[in-house]
C-alpha cells in the first residue's frame, strides 16, 4: 500500500535514528533490571521537564489583551512600562518622549490597567500601547515583544526612571563595546542608576562622594538588597539631592571615558537593554501565577548568570531611579522640593 491509499508518512531521519537507538538501549537492558529501571527514570525526568517548559511557555504567553499597534518595524523596541505612579509621570514621561528618537518603536506597556493619560501621550508621539487584563508585569512584557517582531534589541524602561539626552544611543553603543572587548558577553546592559545597591557606588566614585556617603551611612557594600541605598528613604533623598540638576549630572557621566562593571549578584531591571535572542532563549520573563512584583527581574538575572551573560552596568551613562518601595515615604513627599532640578529645560538642545 503505498501513502496515497492511506498509509502514514515514514518517520524523518533523525527521529528514525532516535527510535532505533532506544531500542538498541532497551534490548541491551532487557537482562538487567537496574538498567532498565534507570532507562525508565530518565524517561519519566524528560517528559516531566518537557511538559513544564511546555506550561511555563504558555504561561508566559497566553493572556488577554488590547493592542494599539503604530509600530514603523524598527529594529529596536522601548518598552515603556507605566500605568502605576503617576506622580512621577511629569518628571520621566516627557523625558522619553524627547529623547526616543526615530529608530525606535515605543511601546507603553501598562500592565491590567488602561489609563486615558498615557493613550492620548502614546497617540499624540506616535506609539504603541499595550494593555494586560491582568496585573502581570512579565506577561504584558512578553506579549509586547511578541508584537514587535523585527526588534532584535529591547530596551525596557519603567515610570519611575529618569533618563537624559543620549540614553538610548549610548546604551546600545555600551552594549557592543562590551561584546567587542571579548570579555563578556552581555545578558543585559544598564546605566549607573543613583538609587540602587550595586551602582550607587559606581555614582558616588564618579563624583567623589565615597567619603561624605559613608561618613553619613555607615557602608559603601554593594549588594542587591539588604544596603542603604536599597531600603533606606534618607540615603535614597541624600543620592539624588547630589543627582541634580539631572541633566548636568547626565552630562558630566556622558563626558566621562568608557568604562563597564559587570554585577556579580542580582540587578534592578528598571532600564536596561537586552538582546531578542536571550529572550528567546530563556522562554520569556517568567510570569509568576500569583503576580506580584520581581519575579521577571528574579527569574533574567538568574539566566544570565547560567548562560555566563551577566548584567553590565556601562560608566558613561546615567539615569535616575526615584526609589524603591520601602524608601516612598520619604520620597514622595520630597518630590516637590526635587523637582526643579528635574526641570526638562535644563537639558541640552
Request: proline share 7%.
Amino acid at each position: 500500500m503505498n501513502r496515497a491509499q492511506g498509509m502514514p508518512p515514514p518517520p524523518p531521519p533523525g527521529r528514525l535514528a532516535n527510535h532505533r537507538r532506544r531500542a538498541a538501549l532497551l534490548m541491551e537492558a532487557a537482562s538487567n533490571p537496574h538498567r532498565i529501571r534507570h532507562l525508565l527514570a530518565a524517561r519519566a525526568w524528560r517528559a516531566l521537564r518537557d511538559s513544564r517548559s511546555g506550561l511555563h511557555r504558555r504561561i508566559n504567553f497566553s493572556g488577554a489583551h488590547v493592542f494599539t499597534d503604530r509600530s514603523k518595524g524598527a529594529d529596536q523596541l522601548l518598552m515603556v512600562v507605566a500605568g502605576h505612579k503617576p506622580h512621577l509621570w511629569p518628571h520621566t514621561l516627557p523625558r522619553l518622549e524627547r529623547f526616543a528618537g526615530p529608530g525606535l518603536d515605543v511601546c507603553i506597556v501598562t500592565p491590567g490597567v488602561r489609563v486615558p493619560e498615557l493613550e492620548a501621550l502614546a497617540e499624540r508621539a506616535g506609539w504603541s500601547v499595550l494593555s494586560t487584563e491582568e496585573n502581570l508585569l512579565a506577561l504584558a512584557q512578553n506579549l509586547a515583544i511578541l508584537r514587535h517582531p523585527a526588534a532584535r534589541w529591547l530596551h525596557k524602561v519603567d515610570e519611575d526612571i529618569v533618563i537624559g539626552e543620549g540614553h538610548f544611543e549610548r546604551l546600545l553603543e555600551g552594549y557592543l563595546r562590551v561584546q567587542a572587548d571579548g570579555r563578556f558577553l552581555p545578558g543585559f546592559c544598564a546605566p549607573v542608576l543613583n538609587v540602587n545597591g550595586f551602582s550607587y557606588r559606581l555614582f558616588l566614585e564618579a563624583l567623589g562622594l565615597e567619603e561624605a556617603y559613608a561618613a553619613r551611612f555607615g557602608e559603601l557594600r554593594q549588594a542587591a538588597a539588604g544596603v542603604r541605598a536599597h531600603h533606606d528613604g534618607q540615603a535614597a533623598r541624600w543620592l539624588w539631592e547630589r543627582s541634580l540638576p539631572f541633566d548636568e549630572v547626565a552630562a558630566e557621566f556622558a563626558s566621562r571615558p568608557f568604562g563597564y562593571s559587570a554585577v556579580p549578584h542580582r540587578f534592578s531591571i528598571g532600564a536596561i537593554l537586552l538582546e531578542r535572542d536571550l529572550w528567546e532563549q530563556i522562554g520569556g520573563f517568567l510570569v509568576a501565577p500569583r503576580g506580584g512584583l520581581g519575579h521577571e527581574e528574579e527569574h533574567l538575572c538568574k539566566e544570565c548568570l547560567e548562560a555566563s551573560r551577566p548584567a553590565v552596568v556601562v560608566h558613561d551613562l546615567f539615569a535616575g531611579h526615584f526609589s524603591f518601595g520601602p524608601q516612598d515615604p520619604v520620597m514622595r513627599p520630597a518630590l516637590d522640593e526635587l523637582a526643579p532640578g528635574l526641570a526638562m529645560e535644563r537639558a541640552r538642545s
